[in-house]
């Protein structure tokens, strides 16, 4: 491309592009007498000046988004295999729905009979989620998959409290592959953590585990099926160890999008469970959130889950309960996402039944068609069946010198949205790159074969002609970046605005 | 097959590609015995599945269950305010499919949108709060105030390493959704939260504050305007934390009055959080919106959530990325700052495009709009038989407190007016008040045919006295 010299004003920061007096909205004029601010605000002290924020036109302010639009990958556009994250279709509908002013303007406050419908779909759906899990009460409350975390963690801590277990059980079991936030979670609820390394399978080791655990154990935090895409075999013993010791087990349900309507975790015998309803229930990912993550939990933590709980009364009418004196309390204000619970619920009436376990089976199919139509160009971490993902390693790239991140690169070229490769860490993987593919289940069995098709390609293209990977993406509007400057030379804001 | 594409023929051939015979046996990790059998109606007792017409019809039957802001004159906030949100806001967040099915942008180069939005929506943030450093957005305010005493103590850890610091102030009337919030997560974290009361003008009260500040106190939290509408006096609040050196944290519900009030950067606050639902985000009970949260530059290794950063490509062009990611859990695991992960990023894009849409000016205005129907709604109200201000010589924003009877709301709802909201529950000695919010939304015809209810319902009682 030749570098142009003329500077489009699309491709500048809205603050760049501030022009003074510019305007967009527009009030309407004031009803009421015009105030002295000093005398109205007695003296209470005003900002120095004016918040700088940028002045534009809504052309231009659109303009801007809809150029910021086009830099973007995302689902409806582009195949988005980032695994662990779930990156399925978002229905239309969700967004249509909630569009409405029932919806868009409904307060927190309003009094409870005006609240009743809203009730009633949140007790709906509770029941929903807990059918899925097998598990006897569901709070909505937390915002995301880590709050869930959080809020489970709380709700077994209170339990060992009040057993006066609470000083003794400090210790919380963490397969070395899960998730960052378990570990996070469980150090910031306050616990130390044990690392559980895994079998080179991927499954858990009892006897390690047993080894592990004694009475100073509040827990184990197992995410099933695991970052490496497999489910675990033995989930049934786990809680048998665990209730040996007389712990809980918490499953991080983040992945429950493979075995939904094929069984209840609550029949493993798990205490604490969390969804992430971004992931399987088609909440849309918003560039990095909202989502919502509430959690199911067996009837012995029932009493501490968080206020309000909303309730069906005996009349058929709604109410919220708050008269809960074992309760955690509150992890978020309100009732949690709400917009993002009532996209859940719409997309769980319309797959009913059968259409939550056929979810399931498609991922699950989805995922191992990838696993074996690719595993001769790259090596699988453990070529078993897998489940609604599968984790890749650049074990065969590497010899020439290709690694995940070249490979990830590479796949924008060809409008694909790269897959995981930031984890499961190295440690995990024996020092492999590794490239979690989730296809999931919405994906049609075409564009299956145009990422395998790719793949192969990106294979062949790493023997021929390695330099085309380690310079991809080639068609982007920035290549490369100096991600090492970000951190060491932070600049974080636009200088305008603090000006 | 509802959002599932491949036909039958289709999962054959895959199956027969797979090698094996059945979905099933794709499943053969989860013992036979706790497998569902579909047959078996008793297993997963779920509805059967509704096309989207039915489904419509029966969000539409929920709905009709239900009234909202815009079925009354409204005069409720107590943290989620009834503004209004600019068509552009929805178009490009909601219906444009760009940003909302995109995710977290671990791949810089096909998410400069993301990015992009992200790094123009903390200098937004910055610019509003006058501190140096602004991350992508929290959960809410509450969970932003939980997040700061969190940080607080990661901090005083730290600084102040021979010292056992394990208090967290909060000062003044806070909301209380972030009071029990807070409370919840300092209980499993180990941590003891102080609260000192409001004064009788509704402010902090300064004697108990400096008592309370004591060297076993890590940080100090100030909402403002406060749950009960007054504005605080940031400075005194300041000046009251230098002796214990504690951090002092910032909160509002109401970010909008941050285009006209003292920064908290200039009062000298460490860290700012909010709630940001009144910027360009729905009601929808509460959330989803954001909690914005920003510090002094000083403390940005410790701050939660992500953060992007300008840097150059390797052609040198300007570029975005997340950066300090050695902060977070996916990279630091049990020694990260926060467990946080996905966050509200549509929401933090929307805020962006309110404060753009009105601009510099058109957001002072919007404040000043504010400012001048809440001195006329209190001017209307107070001058009410049976009506007294509760804090009358101190400054308010938005919100303000009367004093009037109990159990006015069903009196008032006959005539489509939402009155205040009932602080009886708030505290002691507070029945029969309300606290009454304003927006830019409310109109001089709803004040007055609030002022004519009460004068109605209140026609021959006696002023309840607070106490
Ligand atoms: C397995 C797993 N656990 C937990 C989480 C955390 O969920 P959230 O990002 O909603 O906080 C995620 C998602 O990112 C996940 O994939």
């Known amino acids: ?499 | 097959m509802p959002f599932i594409q491949n036909t039958d023929a289709e999962r054959r051939e895959m199956l027969a590609a797979i090698g094996v015979k059945s979905i099933d046996d794709l499943f053969a990790d989860v013992p036979a015995n706790l497998r569902i059998n579909m047959a078996d109606a008793s297993r997963l007792k779920l509805p059967k599945g509704q096309g989207e017409l039915e489904v419509t019809r029966h969000i539409e039957g929920l709905l009709a269950k239900t009234k909202n802001a815009g079925d009354y004159a409204f005069f409720r906030g107590g943290g989620i305010y009834n503004h209004f949100v600019s068509t552009v806001v929805d178009h490009i967040a909601l219906f444009d499919s760009s940003f909302i099915t995109a995710y977290t942008p671990y791949q810089p180069e096909c998410s400069q949108g993301t990015l992009t939005f992200i790094f123009e929506f903390q200098s937004s943030i910055c610019a509003l709060t006058g501190l140096e450093v602004a991350n992508a957005s929290m959960y809410d305010g509450a969970s932003a105030l939980a997040e700061a005493m969190m940080m607080g103590k990661h901090v005083a850890e730290d600084k102040w390493r021979k010292e056992e610091r394990n208090t967290f102030v909060l000062a003044g009337a806070h909301n209380p959704e972030y009071e029990q919030v807070v409370r919840t997560y300092a209980d499993v974290a180990g941590l003891k939260v102080v609260n000192v009361p409001a004064g009788a003008d509704g402010r902090i009260d300064q004697d108990a504050l400096k008592k309370a500040l004591t060297r076993k106190v890590f940080a100090v939290a100030a909402q403002s305007p406060n749950y009960l509408g007054v504005i605080e006096d940031l400075d005194a609040v300041n000046a009251a934390r230098k002796e214990s050196e504690a951090l002092f944290v910032h909160c509002t519900t109401e970010p909008m009055s941050l285009a006209l009030l003292q920064t908290p950067g200039e009062a000298g606050a460490d860290i700012a959080v909010g709630e940001g639902q009144p910027l360009g985000n729905h009601q929808f009970l509460g959330g989803p919106a954001f909690g914005y949260f920003a510090a002094r530059k000083e403390h940005l290794r410790k701050m939660p959530g992500r953060i992007v950063s300008e840097t150059v490509d390797k052609n040198g062009k300007r570029a975005f990325a997340l950066a300090l990611a050695t902060r977070e859990q996916h990279i630091r695991r049990e020694k990260a700052t926060s467990n946080i992960c996905t966050n509200q990023s549509l929401c933090a894009l929307r805020a962006l495009i309110h404060l753009a849409a009105w601009g510099k000016n058109g957001f002072v205005e919007l404040a000043e709009h504010t400012v001048a129907k809440t001195q006329y709604a209190i001017k209307k109200l107070g001058a009410v038989d049976g009506v007294k201000l509760v804090y009358p010589n101190s400054p308010v924003f938005n919100e303000f407190v009367i004093q009037a009877a109990p159990g006015l709301e069903k009196k008032l709802l006959k005539k489509k007016i939402l009155g205040g909201l009932p602080l009886d529950k708030y505290g002691k000695g507070r029945k029969g008040q309300y606290l009454v919010a304003i927006t830019e939304v409310t109109t001089k015809a709803q004040i007055d045919a609030y002022a004519a209810a009460l004068a109605e319902a209140l026609k021959g009682k006696a002023v309840a006295s607070a106490k």
């Open chain 1, 1 to 499: 491309m030749t570098t142009t010299t003329i500077a489009n004003p699309a491709d500048a920061l809205l603050f760049e592009t501030s022009v003074e007096g510019r305007r967009c909205l527009r009030l309407p004029e004031l009803d009421v007498p015009k105030v002295d601010l000093k005398q109205a605000l007695k003296g209470a002290k005003l900002r120095q000046k004016p918040a700088n924020l940028p002045e534009v036109g809504e052309l231009d302010l659109v303009r801007h988004f809809k150029n910021l639009a086009q830099k973007n990958f995302s689902v409806d556009r582009n195949f988005y295999p980032l695994g662990s994250c779930t990156m399925k279709y978002n229905p239309k509908i969700n967004v249509t729905l909630l569009a409405q002013p029932g919806f868009t303007r409904a307060h927190p406050h309003l009094p409870l009979a005006d609240l009743q419908g809203h009730i009633e779909l949140m007790v709906n759906l509770e029941g929903y989620l807990r059918e899925v899990s097998g598990l006897p009460a569901v709070t909505l409350q937390p915002a995301a998959g880590a709050q869930g975390e959080m809020t489970g963690l709380m709700v077994i801590k209170a339990y060992f409290e009040e057993k006066g277990e609470g000083k003794t059980r400090t210790e919380i079991v963490i397969p070395d592959s899960a998730h960052g936030t378990n570990p996070a979670t469980a150090a910031l609820a306050g616990f130390k953590t044990v690392t559980l390394k895994g079998k080179p399978d991927g499954s858990v080791d009892l006897d390690l585990l047993k080894s592990l655990v004694g009475p100073q154990t509040a827990g184990m935090m197992i995410t099933n099926p695991s970052t490496l895409g497999l489910l675990e075999p033995n989930m049934v013993e786990i809680a048998k160890i665990l209730h040996g010791v007389g712990a809980q087990l918490y499953m991080d349900g983040a992945n429950m999008n493979a075995i939904q309507g094929i069984v209840r975790p609550g029949d493993y015998g798990v205490d604490v469970m969390h969804y992430n309803l971004h992931k399987t229930y088609s909440v849309p990912h918003g560039a990095g959130g909202p989502g919502a993550g509430p959690i199911a939990v067996a009837a012995h933590l029932e009493p501490y889950l968080p206020v309000p709980r909303p309730v069906r009364n005996e009349d058929g009418t709604f109410s919220l309960d708050y008269k809960r004196k074992k309760s955690i309390g509150k992890v978020r204000s309100f009732f949690g996402n709400y917009g993002a619970l009532v996209m859940a619920y719409i997309y769980m009436t319309q797959l009913g039944r059968e259409g939550v376990r056929r979810n399931a089976e498609n991922a699950v199919l989805n995922a191992n068609y990838l696993r074996v139509k690719l595993r001769n160009e790259f090596k699988v971490f453990t070529d078993r069946v897998c489940a609604h993902e599968v984790v890749f390693t650049d074990a065969i790239q590497a010899k020439n010198d290709i690694h995940a991140l070249d490979v990830a690169k590479r796949l924008i070229d060809y409008n694909i949205h790269p897959m995981t490769i930031y984890f499961p860490q190295a440690n995990v993987t024996n020092g492999e790159g590794a490239m979690m593919v989730e296809p999931t289940e919405t994906e049609s069995k075409q564009t299956l074969d145009f990422f395998i098709e790719v793949m192969k390609k990106i294979a062949q293209e790493t023997r021929e002609n390695p330099a085309l990977l380690k310079e991809a993406p080639h068609n982007m509007p920035v290549v490369r970046l100096d991600e090492v400057r970000a951190s060491t030379q932070p600049q974080l804001y636009c200088p305008m605005c603090m000006s």
